[in-house]
């Protein structure tokens, strides 16, 4: 079953203090009866103190591939599940940016993933000059084939995709519905034919530059399963009023 998700990316934003009242601030407006799975994808340091409130689902922005070892400043998947991190961002376009995250790289923390059976967003999506090129499509189905095509049908079920053309992501260019919808669907055709029903059901979110202006046209998509929200989702109520974009 493809569940909604709408997942905020708070990046390296908030203090400890603006954290705590942007949860404070959520509980108060969040009900019951939301048929939104919402998602908290924090700075490290925040996430103990947040996955102290059982309803959140509170995760990483990132996350090392190896068990323990030499590698400062990095964080392993059992340190992130001790502080009660349910689920982790992999491939986001600024980790392959600015800290220049590999394919095979990403295929390591996939794996690890999988290997501890720990629930992950693979992100994905093209550079300007590729949409422009009309390459975007090839370009995507690359960046899947080189890091989530080696999994098994149980660990598909650990998968979500982000589809987040980086031409958007922070720039307030949303891309059309039309440009969404092509590549959703064209990331479900791809997953359906490698995963069978088990990728026909991963959960698809749009990212880039979503608000509460334009998330009804892009969550009416017929592939677009939630989004991936970042400046969006850095006030509480905002992040919430887009659950009523579905
Ligand atoms: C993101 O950080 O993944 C993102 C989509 O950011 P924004 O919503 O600000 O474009």
């Known amino acids: 079953m493809r569940k909604k998700i709408l997942a905020a990316n708070w990046k390296m934003n908030l203090s400890a203090t603006e954290a705590q009242e942007w ?14 799975e919402f998602r908290l994808y924090a700075p490290n340091v925040f996430i103990q103190h947040l996955s102290e409130d059982e ?6 922005q990132n996350v090392h591939p190896a068990d323990f070892g030499a590698f400062t400043g990095e964080t392993s998947i059992s340190q992130l599940k001790s502080v009660g991190a349910q689920s982790v961002l992999i491939g986001h376009s600024e980790r392959r940016t600015y800290f220049h995250e590999s394919d ?7 794996d690890a993933c999988c290997a501890h059976f720990f629930p992950f967003i693979f992100c994905c999506g093209e550079d300007l000059g590729t949409r422009n ?37 922070g720039t307030g260019q949303t891309a059309t519905t039309d440009q969404i919808n092509e590549v959703h669907a064209y990331i479900r055709s791809i997953l359906t034919e490698k995963f069978g029903e088990n990728g026909a059901n991963v959960s698809i979110l749009y990212g ?15 592939d677009v399963d939630g989004g991936l929200i970042g400046g969006a989702s850095l006030n509480a109520f905002d992040f919430l009023e887009l659950a009523s974009s579905f």
């Open 55 to 60: 309803e959140m689902h509170v995760g990483a």
């Open 104 to 110: 095979s790289f990403l295929k390591e923390k996939v």
């Open 133 to 169: 090129g009309g390459g975007h499509l090839s370009f995507v189905k690359k960046q899947l084939e080189a890091a989530i095509f080696q999994l098994n049908p149980q660990e598909v079920s650990l998968l979500t995709i982000a589809y987040e053309p980086i031409w958007a992501i």
């Open 208 to 222: 880039g530059s979503v608000n509460q202006g334009n998330a009804q046209g892009i969550f009416s998509c017929p």
């Open 23 to 36: 949860l404070t601030q959520f509980k108060s407006g969040v009900s019951d009866q939301q048929l939104v």
